[in-house]
């Protein structure tokens, strides 16, 4: 156990850090274990994340030892925390923690920790028939429903949100998009009752759960009623969440659950030069499913526009490709075209 001076001193140089960002604690870790190191890190980064952390470390033009020594130890007692949990749980972990590093830094770390883990709670949940859950959780307030079908697979939400009530799948899936974060007690308490009727053992944490995300995720499996319903009384109710999930509901790349037919249609519709700029940072997949749709002299064209306009603005290319997925969502409403959503059989032949 850790005696009380080596405890103060832990206690000293965390608050030399303790109104430091995350990224620029990172920043400084970086900078702290060196170039090669460092390196090998950015390789399991995001592009966006590396070029927030380069950013940082430019602009950080100095660091104390002081400084440099608070970070890495805040970063070994979150290395020894995620260690102890995987091996045994967060009552293992504290355990083990407060062991190594003194009561107080035990919780610091694991409070740090704990609210970004990817721990999910309810996977007696997810193990179970979405019809038996249906028959749990149907009664329930829509904020409980709206927690327990965060946790849960798209697939399985999806299966019981188009089973709800119609007065209920709008306000369940609004509270899903407005979901954050939620409570240990929270969650422990709705565990609790399911548990008791399931007979399952879980474990609970904080967890980031919801958002406008996973209501995407659940809308694109859903049947086109049940979509459609929900995205109608939305845009009555929240017009700007409704405009926020129709943009991540269908992306210039989802152009491949098309079919020929579907795609011929599309690009009837689509003005040349967008073509051509929306292609600019397609995937060659993508790309030949277009250009296969295409005679061959418009095609050749395309291609000949997109060498041609050279080097162009990401934010042009993102507006264009825009331009394209509205179209397919305007032809989609118009039953004039047909999403392969993948949730289940849509065509009937």
Known sequence: MMDMENGAAASGSSSLIADFTGTQKAAILLIALGPE??????KHLKEEE????TLEIANTRSVTSQIKEAVLEEFYGVCLAQQYIAEGGISYAKELLEKALGEDKALDVISKLTASLQVKPFEFIRKT???????????EHPQTIALILSYMSPAQSAMILSALAPDRQADV???????DRTSPDTIKEVEKVLESKLSSLVNQDYTI??????VVEILNTVDRATEKHIMET???EEPELADEIRKKMFVFEDVLLLDDRSIQRVLREVENSDLALACKSATEQVQNAIFNNLSKRLAAMIKEDMDFMGPVRMKDVEEAQQKIVNVIRKLEDAGEIIISRGGGDELVV
């Open 37 to 42: 190191k460092s390196s090998s890190i950015f």
């Open 234 to 236: 939305l845009e009555i």
């Open 209 to 214: 759960i919801g958002g406008v995300d996973a």
């Open 50 to 53: 590396i070029e927030e952390l």
């Open 129 to 139: 028939e979405p019809s038996q859950i249906l028959t749990f959780i149907q009664d």
């Open 173 to 179: 899936a609004k509270r899903i998009a407005a979901m």
